[in-house]
């Protein structure tokens, strides 16, 4: 597994190795110690799974609010998404930029985000399944989000959603 620099502050590429013979593929997703090497978060405490069945649809982006921040380890195991990272944090020199990047199981990469970062995707293929840790439970008070189509974010999505979560679409603008 080698961690690489994004563009945010704090935001990890994992390149993850695929080792592959007459029986299939292996593939370490994650391990304390390597984490706890980079510097990284190294305990998660939870797992998700999210399934995702119509080709473009977006989820996001979503945070946790103080004092339940958490670090979300991303990996999409099914279908191709367009993953977004937004960085909410103030006092971050990449604050309000974000990064997009194409997961797949093929792909072999894994995001790393760092609390205080909003995070979303929109599914590029039908039935997509993206694995989430967490470093931190979820705490339902503490959830927040942004419009996934803020003009403070800009982001560049690959293509327009044909189906959001209301709740996504209430989302308040950063200004």
């Not at 563009?7 to 391990?31: P, V």
């Not at 999409?76 to 993953?83: K, L, M, S």
Request: proline letters at 5%; one cysteine or more; hydrophobic letters at 40%.
């Amino acid at each position: 597994m080698r961690f690489e620099a994004t563009e945010i502050a704090g935001l990890r590429a994992l390149r993850l190795a695929r080792f592959e013979d007459a029986r299939g593929s292996f593939t370490r997703l994650y391990c304390r110690d390597t984490f706890a090497a980079e510097g990284l978060a190294d305990t998660f405490v939870q797992a998700s799974l999210s399934v995702t069945r119509r080709a473009l649809t977006l989820r996001g982006m979503h945070f946790q609010r103080p004092p339940h921040e958490e670090v979300k380890l991303v990996r999409c195991v099914r279908g191709r998404i367009f993953d977004v990272v937004a960085d909410l944090r103030r006092d971050s020199p990449s604050y309000l930029r974000w990064q997009g990047f194409e997961l797949s199981p093929e792909s072999d990469v894994a995001l790393y985000i760092p609390e205080g970062c909003a995070h979303g995707f929109l599914t590029l293929v039908d039935d997509c399944e993206v694995l989430y840790q967490m470093s931190t439970n979820y705490a339902a008070e503490a959830s927040g989000g942004v419009r996934f189509d803020d003009p403070a974010l800009g982001i560049a999505w690959p293509q327009g959603p044909v189906m959001v979560a209301e709740k996504d679409l209430r989302w308040p603008a950063i200004r």
